[in-house]
Each structure stands twice: as C-alpha cells, then as structure tokens.
C-alpha cells in the first residue's frame, strides 16, 4: 500500500489545498507591507506632507505657470511651450547665463566636490580635539555670512586692493585693474570665491561617513590582498560611505548651477556684458523684477531639469565606486 493511500483524509485536502493554493498578487503583497509596518508610515507621515506641501507641490505648480503667461496681476493665460521657445530661441541673455552656468558647475562642481572629500579624507586620520580644531577651520568660510566680501577688498579697482597693491609694488601693472569690470577676470574670480566657500555641508558630511566606516573591514581586506591606502580607500572607505558621497554629489551639484549671491554681490546686477550672470540671475531678474512669473517659472523649470539630469548621472557614476 502506498504512503499516500493511509494519509487521513483531512490531511488530503489541506496538502491539496496549499498545492493550488495561488501566491499572493503584487497588491496583496503591498497591502500586507502596509500593515507590517504601519507603525513607520505613521512617524514619516509627517516629513512627508510638509515635504509634498512645500517642495513636491511648489515645483508641480511652477511647472504648470511655466505654460502661461502670468505677471501677477492678471489671471494666468495659456500660453503652451511658446515661453521655451522664447527662452532658447529669442533669449541671447540666457544663452549667455546658460554657459556662465556649465562653466560653473564643470569647474566647481567635480572640484569642491574632490577637495571636501580629500580634506575630510586627511582631516580625518587627526587626533580628536585637532580634528575638531581643523574641520572649524575648513568650514568656517561657508557659516561667514558676507564674507566673501573680503574678496571685493582684495580685488578692489584702485590702488588701495590688496591685489592691486601687490602688483604695482613689484612691478607686474603700472595702475590699478578693474578686476570686476573687466568681462576677461569677472567669471575666473567669482569661481575662485565658490571654491573658497565651497567647504561647506558636504565637508561634514564626508567626514561624518568617514567617522562610521568599519575598521575590522581593513583587516578583512589586508588578508583579502589589499596592500596600500588607495585600495582601502577605493575598495573599502568610499563604498562604505555611499550614502555620505551621494548626499555630497546633490549638495555640490545644488551649488554650482545655483550660483547667484557671490556673482550679485561682486560683479554687480547686472554684470558688465553679463559676464557673471548665470541661471539664477537670470530667473531672479524676471521673476523678482519685471514680475513675469510664467517666463520665470520656464527658467527655473529647465533649471530643475538639468539639476536632475546631473545627479541621476552622478548616482550611476557613484554606483560603480568600489568595482
């Protein structure tokens, strides 16, 4: 007799059963999440509606007034993609502040985004109360408010600056340059003075991931054949640190297309041949001063659009770190 003719009958069944029993679908699956850890959207319920009430919402209504004309006064009209087509067909000044732009975020992007992990990285192998001492020292410059005004001083147009000073006394310029007014050094300036205040949240950032990395993992990786600190640093310390290099990639990558204060406050608005003038110049200009809203809200909809093209290229540049 075989084993399954002296099964109990109930027991046939129930085995029948969960045989062609069908595996729960994708919403089922979801549902039974939600209830698992209802507990955890309850505590994030929070973030998430102020984050959707001032940051998802803001940019979904930007977007819709980027396709009317609206100037606050008067109820929005329809104005379809003839704002883009002004913007890049019609707009020289933008054209201008989109190259200004890239020419910002190529240069100071990838090399803030180098030098705050290369400080954080040595900064890092100091003792505590020099550590401390050393990333106040580093990150100061970002907290200073103003004071990158310093710099104005510096390159003052009379003879009175200190880089006018320096060159005159020893011969290099017989009168004193307007640095600020002169389209050739406007924009080699103002980039000098990003990468100054550009030792900012991703600095203390990086050095916060660098704090959290496992140490028994460098033993592990000496015995895997790992020999110098270039390896560890690339086949340990930077995918350890993931999160860290991502939050620093879309802080520095904020920064140098949102570039506006500096170039203000230096160069003057507008700047001379707009040599300074970058998107966000160009966006304040219409949106707080000639109060078009619609072609304002066209500007800082392609603005949005190339900042988040630039950090899904960085996550998959990031996602090979360590291979």
Known sequence: MQHSDVLPAKAKRHSHQNAVKPNPGKLQRLIMDLKRD???????????????????????????????????????RWAG??????????????????????IFAVITGPISYIACFLFAWLINELG????????????????SGNIYFVWKIMFSGDSYGIVNGFLMKFGFIN???MWFLNPEYTLTIIIIVQLWLSLGTSFLAFIAGLQTVDRTLFEAGAMDGIRNRWQELWYITLPSMRPQLMFGAVIQITASFAVADVAMNLAGFPS??????????????????????????????????IMLGSNLIIQKMLRKVGE
């Open 38 to 76: 209802k507990h955890l959207y309850v505590l994030i319920a929070p973030y998430m509606a102020l984050f959707f009430i001032f940051t998802v919402l803001p940019v979904a209504i930007s977007i819709l007034i980027s396709l009317t004309y609206f100037n606050m006064l008067e109820f929005p």
């Open 81 to 102: 993609w003839s704002n883009y087509a002004r913007l890049f067909l019609d707009d020289d000044i933008f054209l201008i502040a989109l190259k200004n732009t890239f």
């Open 128 to 143: 505590p109360k020099l550590r401390a001492f050393m990333t106040l020292i580093f990150y100061a410059p970002s907290i």
């Open 175 to 177: 009168e004193p340059v």
């Open 272 to 305: 001379v041949q707009y040599s300074a003038h970058t998107v966000v110049t160009h966006l304040i200009d219409y949106g707080t001063i000639r109060f078009e809203m619609g072609y304002a809200s066209t500007i800082a909809t392609v603005l949005f659009m």
